[in-house]
């Protein structure tokens, strides 16, 4: 099995960045939802683009936000992607990746087969599928640290390319990918000491346990 890209979510300082392009992840996310503990401003990632820059790929995750909010988000990183993590329709991701000029990367929320079978309808619209797990009602939309049942994905093959998150860490990535086939794996809070900081050991050991 051919090793799998990687991405670090939900970095907000210079030392997580630093440690993420150190352990040669493919990209970094940037989370852009202000009630998030990984809530990054357009001050704190403008710094934190500039960094970045030339060295890893940077995606902005968004929860069904407006064109204002994106604009100044994307602008503030530079960013090389938009990753849309809310309810957007696959009208309002065409909308966006039309307007922005950037990748659109929409995450399914999962919780039972009918879930998966929602990608399809975003061929054509998205650039890349993120299945994650479905948090509960009330919740933040991820970063929650859950796992869904990763046999769902087991005989999943979209068009579309597709990656997997919700609940990895170093301990369970190579076991997910080998249930799911996954040709990108994508970490938040299994990389974290605290809710919202990054561990530099961890983030190390998650890429390595990847590509092993």
């Given at each position: 099995?051919?090793a799998?890209?990687?991405?670090?979510?939900g970095?907000?300082?210079?030392?997580?960045?630093?440690?993420a392009?150190?352990?040669?992840?493919?990209?970094?996310?940037?989370?852009?939802?202000?009630?998030?503990?990984?809530?990054?401003?357009?001050?704190?990632?403008?710094?934190?683009?500039?960094?970045?820059?030339?060295?890893?790929?940077?995606?902005?995750?968004?929860?069904?936000?407006?064109?204002?909010?994106?604009?100044?988000?994307?602008?503030?990183?530079?960013?090389?992607?938009?990753?849309?993590?809310?309810?957007?329709?696959?009208?309002?991701v065409?909308?966006?990746?039309?307007?922005?000029?950037?990748?659109?990367?929409?995450?399914?929320?999962?919780?039972?087969?009918?879930?998966?079978?929602?990608?399809?309808?975003?061929?054509?619209?998205?650039?890349?599928?993120?299945?994650?797990?479905?948090?509960?009602?009330?919740?933040?939309?991820?970063?929650?640290?859950?796992?869904?049942?990763w046999?769902?994905?087991?005989?999943?093959?979209?068009?579309?390319?597709?990656?997997?998150?919700?609940?990895?860490?170093?301990?369970?990535?190579?076991?997910?990918?080998?249930?799911?086939?996954?040709?990108?794996?994508?970490?938040?809070?299994?990389?974290?000491?605290?809710?919202?900081?990054?561990?530099?050991?961890?983030?190390?050991?998650?890429?390595?346990?990847?590509?092993?």
């Open positions: 099995m051919p799998p890209e990687i991405k670090i979510c970095v907000s300082s210079p030392d997580a960045l630093d440690a392009i150190a352990a040669q992840a493919d990209y970094v996310g940037f989370n852009f939802y202000p009630p998030s503990p990984r809530y990054a401003s357009p001050a704190i990632v403008a710094k934190l683009g500039e960094r970045a820059a030339g060295r890893i790929t940077k995606v902005g995750v968004f929860v069904d936000a407006d064109d204002v909010f994106l604009g100044e988000h994307s602008e503030a990183a530079k960013l090389d992607a938009i990753q849309l993590h809310g309810a957007e329709s696959v009208e309002r065409t909308q966006i990746k039309s307007r922005f000029g950037l990748p659109v990367w929409k995450v399914i929320s999962v919780s039972s087969a009918s879930d998966v079978e929602k990608a399809k309808a975003y061929q054509g619209a998205a650039d890349l599928i993120l299945f994650d797990a479905k948090t509960p009602k009330g919740a933040l939309p991820g970063g929650m640290g859950l796992v869904f049942d046999s769902l994905l087991a005989r999943y093959r979209g068009a579309l390319p597709w990656g997997l998150a919700g609940g990895l860490s170093p301990a369970n990535v190579a076991e997910a990918m080998a249930a799911t086939g996954a040709s990108l794996v994508d970490a938040a809070s299994g990389v974290e000491s605290a809710p919202g900081v990054k561990d530099v050991d961890l983030i190390a050991a998650f890429c390595k346990a990847a590509r092993s």
